[in-house]
T-cell receptor, first 114, second 116 residues
Framework: DGGITQSPKYLFRKEGQNVTLSCEQNLNHDAMYWYRQDPGQGLRLIYYSQIVNDFQKGDIAEGYSVSREKKESFPLTVTSAQKNPTAFYLC?????????????FGPGTRLTVL | AQSVTQPDIHITVSEGASLELRCNYSYGATPYLFWYVQSPGQGLQLLLKYFSGDTLVQGIKGFEAEFKRSQSSFNLRKPSVHWSDAAEYFCAGPDAGGTSYGKLTFGQGTILTVHP
């Protein structure tokens, strides 16, 4: 079955540590996205990538980094510079970056800073 | 400024009652619009989408939405709600920047509670 997988489902981090969230898709989509979700704030875009080896900052990129070395993978690193990283993180993909296609979402990773 | 707004944070309905969730947009041209649903702790699932043409769009799980240009609205409806419809619902449209294709902006979400 085609889809998007995110791992792990739950992640705990100590303050000062970097952590990497995995996102893999086998839909052959060109575009991939990372969102952060906090209660009552909807989804906020962290980074997006329209094609391999290219990515752009979203609305809240500070304290995060990404890479897009393979079409199917778009890992997100939450660095120690992110002041309030506890949140639910969602990865999505779309067939291309044209805007007219819907985004497909993974199941999410819940990150908690201890 | 947000391009898509959902005025209702929380709505409660009885099982079997009809449902309407509101979504307003602020685009000059006809936008493409989406409705997504999210169960607790899960990802988002697409319910339906509007690109152009027929203003009444049918989706999955018995949902429909109507695009009304005169009211700048894209409200989601269901004639008879089931307890399993309890979830959070998001309306989405193109990012207000306009030059960045593929980016969506999401409304704040509406939490739906269904009473038996």
């Amino acid at each position: 079955d085609g889809g998007i997988t995110q791992s792990p489902k739950y992640l705990f981090r100590k303050e000062g540590q970097n952590v990497t969230l995995s996102c893999e898709q086998n839909l052959n989509h060109d575009a991939m996205y990372w969102y952060r979700q906090d209660p009552g704030q909807g989804l906020r875009l962290i980074y997006y990538s329209q094609i391999v080896n290219d990515f752009q900052k979203g609305d809240i990129a500070e304290g995060y980094s990404v890479s897009r070395e393979k079409k199917e993978s778009f890992p997100l690193t939450v660095t120690s510079a992110q002041k309030n990283p506890t949140a639910f993180y969602l990865c999505a993909s779309s067939i291309d970056g044209s805007g007219a296609g819907e985004q497909f979402f993974g199941p999410g990773t819940r990150l908690t800073v201890l | 400024a947000q391009s898509v707004t959902q005025p209702d944070i929380h709505i409660t309905v009885s099982e079997g009652a009809s449902l309407e969730l509101r979504c307003n947009y602020s685009y000059g041209a006809t936008p493409y619009l989406f409705w997504y649903v999210q169960s607790p702790g899960q990802g988002l699932q697409l319910l339906l989408k509007y690109f152009s043409g027929d203003t009444l769009v049918q989706g999955i799980k018995g949902f429909e939405a109507e695009f009304k240009r005169s009211q700048s609205s894209f409200n989601l409806r269901k004639p008879s709600v089931h307890w399993s419809d309890a979830a959070e619902y998001f309306c989405a449209g193109p990012d207000a920047g306009g030059t960045s294709y593929g980016k969506l902006t999401f409304g704040q979400g509406t939490i739906l509670t269904v009473h038996p």
